[in-house]
């Protein structure tokens, strides 16, 4: 079983900064199977990233993803306030099994 | 309007069974997979398996094999997610979500099942 870790744990930031959050691999997984979620308190978690690299639809392109083999990366460029929250990468392998992360926390500094 | 709605809150018993659902609406309910996520309170997402409403046939994730049972009934449109004896420690929410077709990402939810298992 695939075993992603996210880091930071915790991201302290101001509205307006950039962030960068990573998701490693335990093995190589396929960029077309890894996906990146927000998760406001209280909501369902909301899709950003698929294949590791496309926008969801309605996603702004302050978001965008990259990476291949075992890390990969969630850029957000400008930080809105609605942008603080917990981010979760999920990936998928053979036979369809999947796994997410631990998650990122996303704070106002 | 695209759309997957859960059955409400439940408070149950330790080993007491239980079924809830997943209602989808707005698409083509047998040509997309279905997921099941859970979250302990205060804790991350966990994937626990999917099924493909066209013809049932559903994979689970090694954590969540024989705890419980993920089906669908595409005369209805919906999935569900059941246990036959409940623990404490199936309290949590429970979301469903749909899969890209094509992809293995969830790109619609639901509002989430809070599921209580107190003695």
């Known amino acids: 079983e695939i075993v992603l870790t996210q880091s930071p744990g915790t991201l302290s930031l101001s509205p307006g900064e950039r962030a960068t959050l990573s998701c490693r691999a335990s093995?190589?997984?396929?960029?077309?199977?890894l996906a990146w979620y927000r998760q406001k308190p209280g909501q369902a978690p909301r899709l950003l990233i698929y294949?590791?690299?496309i926008r969801a639809t309605g996603i702004p392109d302050r978001f965008s993803g990259s990476g291949s083999g075992t890390d990969f990366t969630l850029t957000i460029s400008r930080l809105e306030p609605e942008d603080f929250a917990v981010y979760y990468c999920?990936?998928?392998?053979?036979?369809?099994?999947?796994?997410f992360g631990q998650g990122t926390k996303l704070e106002i500094k | 309007e695209v759309q997957l709605v859960q059955s409400g809150a439940e408070v149950k018993k330790p080993g007491e069974s239980l079924k809830i659902s997943c209602k989808g609406s707005?698409?083509?309910?047998?040509?997309?997979?279905i997921g099941w996520v859970r979250q302990m309170p205060g804790k991350g997402l966990e994937w626990m398996g999917i099924v493909y409403p066209g013809d049932s046939d559903s994979r689970y994730s090694p954590s969540f094999e024989g705890q419980v049972t993920i089906s669908a009934d595409k005369s209805t449109s919906t999935a569900s997610l059941q246990w036959s004896s409940l623990k404490a420690s199936d309290t949590a929410m429970y979301y469903c979500a749909r899969q890209l077709r094509g992809e293995s990402a969830f790109d619609i939810w639901g509002q989430g099942t809070m599921v209580t298992v107190s003695s």
């Open positions: 093995q190589s997984v396929s960029s077309s199977y």
């Open positions: 707005g698409y083509s309910f047998i040509n997309y997979w």
């Open positions: 294949g590791a690299s």
């Open positions: 999920q990936q998928c392998g053979s036979s369809s099994l999947c796994s």
